[in-house]
């Protein structure tokens, strides 16, 4: 039931900048939800990475960044390690659906 | 800061009732500043969000899952429980249980670990 749409994959070398889009509609980020974006670790839960679309928690470098069109989304990774080599979700609200959605996840692989 | 744990059976029948409970340290499900989740991800990665309950005993639920799915609250043990029933071989997931802050109410602050269901005979 993913109605956001992400790349499956992206990748790039160390110290370089990667994004990752997430497509919505006009149900969930068009009707103004906000994205939200978590970092899953090989093996590990989902954590929090960016949330109402370029608020980072406490903890999170700076590296990380978000930002909110219309109906899409991206993340940016800048100065990218070897550390963030992960799966990365989005995620909102769907009033259509009445249910918070995620994306279909990302994989970033660190060349 | 609160932290959550799952546990339950790791193998389910097919046609039975799915049943997990998250134990929650470092906060109260009794306090009005949460909202206490449950989400599963299924083998291929997928998130899918189950429901939600609330220390007031109201809940809200995904419609996909219909009249399958209830979360409850045990104040004295202070932990929150899944029931999913009629499972199939498409309810085999990790589940987590997770905290919405009341005040952000959009996002998911704390996830457990997350525990594996098998649904299988």
């Known amino acids: 039931q993913s109605v956001l749409t992400q790349p499956p994959s992206v990748s790039g070398a160390p110290g370089q900048r990667v994004t990752i889009s997430c497509t919505g509609s006009?149900?969930?980020?068009?009707?103004?939800?906000?994205v939200h974006w978590y970092q899953q670790l090989p093996g590990t839960a989902p954590k929090l990475l960016i949330h109402?679309?370029?608020n980072r928690p406490s903890g999170v470098p700076d590296r990380f960044s978000g930002s909110k069109s219309g109906t899409s989304a991206s993340l940016a990774i800048s100065g990218l390690q070897a550390e963030d080599e992960a799966d990365y979700y989005c995620?909102?609200?769907?009033?259509?659906?009445?249910?918070?959605?995620f994306g279909t996840g990302t994989k970033v692989t660190v060349l | 800061q609160v932290q959550l744990q799952e546990s339950g059976p790791g193998l389910v029948k097919p046609s039975e009732t799915l049943s997990l409970t998250c134990n929650v340290s470092?906060?109260?499900?009794?306090?009005?500043?949460?909202?206490w989740h449950w989400i599963r991800q299924t083998p291929g990665g997928g998130l899918e969000w189950i429901g939600y309950v609330y220390y007031s005993g109201n809940s809200n639920y995904n419609p996909s899952f219909k009249s399958r799915v209830s979360i409850s609250m045990d104040t004295s043990e202070n932990q929150f429980s899944l029931r999913l029933a009629a499972v199939t071989a498409a309810d085999t997931a990790v589940y987590y249980c997770?905290?919405?802050?009341?005040?952000?109410?959009?996002?998911?602050?704390?996830w457990g670990r997350g525990a594996l269901v098998t649904v299988s005979s």
């Open positions: 470092g906060g109260s499900v009794s306090s009005g500043d949460f909202y």
């Open positions: 995620q909102s609200y769907d009033r259509r659906l009445s249910a918070y959605v």
């Open positions: 109402a679309n370029n």
């Open positions: 006009n149900s969930n980020f068009g009707a103004d939800y906000d």
């Open positions: 997770a905290t919405v802050l009341v005040a952000n109410f959009w996002f998911f602050d704390v």
